[in-house]
């Protein structure tokens, strides 16, 4: 088996396939098959992506970058804004679970996440509602 480098230690993959699986995130957004890493019907939907910051410290073990989360409602608009809030933070939380599951062999260790700033309302330009946060994830090879 090949050791991995700081380099293999992706958030966002190890994220993704988290929510894809966890049940909470399911139950938050209406059903299954609501997280991926694009906006995409079924809604609501919660986008997974690499964020704008983080800490990289030294490149050398461990490292904080940060990755966002959005969850949009249906262009039509529905869920409401508030609705819509609650789905995230459910979800935002359903993503923290992952610092207490076993660690998989070949993936990266993952030791933290807590958000890195605030919960933004920022609809797009046609109007389909969306709120978006992020976390920072502390992990390691």
Same mark, same amino acid.
């Given at each position: 088996?090949?050791? #991995?480098? @700081?380099?293999?230690?992706?958030? =966002?993959?190890? @994220?993704?396939?988290?929510?894809?699986?966890?049940?909470?995130?399911?139950?938050?957004?209406?059903?299954?098959?609501?997280?991926?890493?694009?906006?995409?019907?079924?809604?609501?939907?919660?986008?997974?992506?690499?964020?704008?910051?983080?800490?990289?410290?030294?490149?050398?073990?461990?490292?904080?970058?940060? =990755?966002?989360?959005?969850?949009?409602?249906?262009?039509?608009?529905?869920?409401?804004?508030?609705? @819509?809030?609650?789905?995230? #933070?459910?979800?935002?939380?359903?993503?923290?679970? @992952?610092?207490?599951?076993?660690?998989?062999?070949?993936?990266?260790?993952?030791?933290?996440?807590?958000?890195?700033?605030? #919960?933004?309302?920022?609809?797009? =330009?046609?109007?389909?509602?969306?709120? #978006?946060?992020?976390?920072?994830?502390?992990?390691?090879?």
């Amino acid at each position: 088996m090949t050791e #991995l480098t @700081l380099a293999d230690a992706d958030p =966002v993959s190890a @994220l993704l396939a988290w929510l894809q699986e966890s049940t909470a995130a399911a139950e938050a957004l209406g059903g299954p098959g609501r997280v991926s890493g694009i906006s995409e019907a079924p809604w609501p939907h919660l986008r997974i992506s690499h964020g704008p910051g983080g800490d990289l410290r030294d490149l050398n073990w461990a490292i904080a970058p940060e =990755v966002t989360l959005e969850v949009y409602g249906d262009p039509g608009g529905w869920p409401g804004q508030a609705e @819509l809030r609650r789905i995230l #933070l459910r979800c935002a939380r359903a993503a923290q679970d @992952l610092v207490e599951a076993p660690h998989v062999p070949g993936q990266p260790v993952i030791s933290g996440i807590k958000p890195s700033g605030l #919960l933004v309302w920022s609809p797009l =330009v046609d109007g389909q509602p969306r709120w #978006l946060m992020n976390l920072s994830v502390t992990l390691h090879p």
